[in-house]
């Protein structure tokens, strides 16, 4: 059974930092491509930052510079270091894993979510 587990999210004020975390099992850890997506009220999911199992990366525009992803492949955790927070971060933050099989069909993991408020 896989889970993903987010955890380290909360209430802070504009320009503070959160460091968000993943803990995943019952998956090969090391070998998915990850991410972390948020969820703001009334918006669509978005990509927020990537990891792939070769640790490149890549940020959505709106973060790049202020937010770091990282992977412990040791400890089967994902990071999201999130720096100089914004009230715009306001959202749910969701860990995704994936994998695409031999037929080429995406198939995604996703954890429960974590509530990040930043209020300005």
């Known amino acids: 059974q896989v889970q993903l587990v987010e955890s380290g999210g909360g209430l802070v004020q504009a320009g503070d930092s959160l460091k968000l975390s993943c803990a995943a099992s019952?998956?090969?850890?090391?070998?998915?491509?990850m991410g972390w997506y948020r969820q703001a009220p009334g918006k669509q999911r978005e990509l927020v930052a990537a990891?792939?199992?070769?640790?490149?990366?890549n940020y959505a525009d709106s973060v790049k510079g202020r937010f770091t992803i990282s992977r412990d492949n040791a400890k089967n955790t994902m990071y999201l270091q999130m720096n100089s927070l914004k009230p715009e971060d306001t959202a749910v933050y969701y860990c995704?894993?994936?994998?695409?099989?031999?037929?080429?069909?995406?198939?995604?993991?996703w954890g429960q979510g974590t509530q990040v408020t930043v209020s300005s």
């Open positions: 995704n894993a994936y994998y695409i099989s031999r037929l080429a069909v995406r198939h995604d993991y």
């Open positions: 019952g998956i090969i850890f090391r070998t998915y491509d």
């Open positions: 990891i792939t199992s070769a640790g490149s990366t």
